[in-house]
């Protein structure tokens, strides 16, 4: 078993915290996970006073098993007391050197509420109630990892994000975890006949915030055509797919399961659809050799504000209906069962692209 980032930020800042209140120093702290609801011991690695109000420590990422670019890396936890003022907080969290920014979110540091909600749950019962910290997460190699990771794509630069909706590392490629997947699906399709398919934390965190029941929210990473198919089978009507269009766009294609290493084809799948639309040689050409799916998505944008055209709106119009009638396809194919599909795609921004026809008649029984 292993656990996210922010569970060793917030071991770091709770033995920060306890060396400031000369708490004999142990091996370990204990951290309250909160999601799932159990308490864990993390190991740290240093702690030491900086001054009489700052101390800082350190932990090293442990993610379990699989691989990880974030396997060992330091975590640095610095903790300051402060003076408690009247409607002030009394813990404030900043992103230091290696947490990324938000370029979207007005430059804000990339530490998402379930990281914020861990570390105020576990450091709150340990303060007076006339003390205030602040704690600065650091990750001393952040800004070098984030360089291999997708995090630009979402409008994250300068480091790594503190993102996720649990303590313990759910392996997305884990065949183990798509049974979990399953089971959590199985679950919430006893109670609804209507869920969402999230895919991956973006989705996921995208549908938080637009205020989505939970209960009807499912995490399905890259196993679509094996969750697709579970949920018919037990009897799910209709299901709304969010995501990321660099990876929804591969169901377009007939891609079920969505992971890089397995099968990628974005760039042919849009360039196939920008040919259809009849966009000129040289343009298709361009959308070829784009990057990433995101940079040719810009071109599209660029050339729609040169000449006042439609051809972002036309193209994915295309794509999502495609998606919706494959992945439709797909379930009967497998099962006996009907189940209507609508897809959402949205750019590194988490700004919507595209709904479908059915997504969009659908849109407003999610909220």
């Excluded at 205030?132 to 630009?152: D, Y």
């Excluded at 055209?309 to 797909?330: C, G, L, M, P, T």
């Amino acid at each position: 078993m292993g656990y996210t980032l922010p569970v060793f930020a917030c071991a770091s800042a709770i033995a920060a915290f306890l060396h400031l209140q000369k708490v004999k120093t142990k091996e370990f702290v204990t951290v309250d996970l909160i999601k799932p609801p159990q308490k864990v011991d993390i190991s740290i690695e240093q702690v030491a006073r900086l001054n009489s109000q700052t101390a800082l420590a350190i932990t090293r990422s442990d993610p379990g098993e699989h691989l990880d670019i974030t396997r060992n890396t330091p975590v640095w936890a610095l903790v300051s007391i402060e003076q408690s003022l009247i409607d002030s907080p009394q813990i404030e969290i900043e992103g230091g050197e290696g947490i990324g920014i938000q370029t979207q979110n007005n430059n804000q540091a990339a530490i998402y509420s379930y990281a914020k909600e861990l570390i105020i749950h576990n450091l709150q019962s340990l303060l007076k109630k006339s003390e205030k910290i602040v704690i600065r997460i650091i990750l001393p190699e952040g800004r070098k990892l984030g360089l291999k990771t997708s995090n630009s794509a979402f409008g994250v630069v300068e480091g790594l994000s503190l993102l996720g909706t649990t303590g313990i590392v759910q392996p997305l490629t884990a065949p183990s975890q798509l049974e979990a997947y399953q089971t959590e699906l199985v679950a919430k399709a006893k109670k609804h006949d209507f869920l969402i398919f999230c895919i991956g934390e973006n989705g996921l965190d995208l549908a938080t915030k637009w205020g989505i029941d939970p209960d009807k929210l499912v995490k399905t990473a890259n196993w679509l055509g094996s969750m697709l198919v579970t949920a018919a089978a037990h009897q799910v009507k209709s299901i709304i797919l969010l995501g990321y269009h660099g990876k929804l766009i591969k169901l377009a294609g007939g891609i079920w399961h969505t992971h890089h290493h397995l099968a990628d084809g974005r760039l042919e799948i849009l360039t196939s659809y920008c040919a259809r639309y009849g966009l000129e040689t040289t343009k298709i050409e361009q959308i070829a050799d784009s990057a990433t799916t995101e940079s040719a998505l810009q071109l599209l944008r660029q050339w729609d504000g040169e000449d006042n055209s439609n051809r972002v709106k036309s193209i994915y119009k295309a794509i999502a209906e495609s998606i919706d009638r494959r992945s439709q396809a797909y379930i009967s194919k497998h099962t006996e069962q009907t189940t209507q599909v609508g897809s959402i795609l949205f750019d590194r921004q988490r700004k919507i692209i595209q709904k479908s026809l059915y997504a969009e008649k659908e849109f407003t029984k999610l909220c």
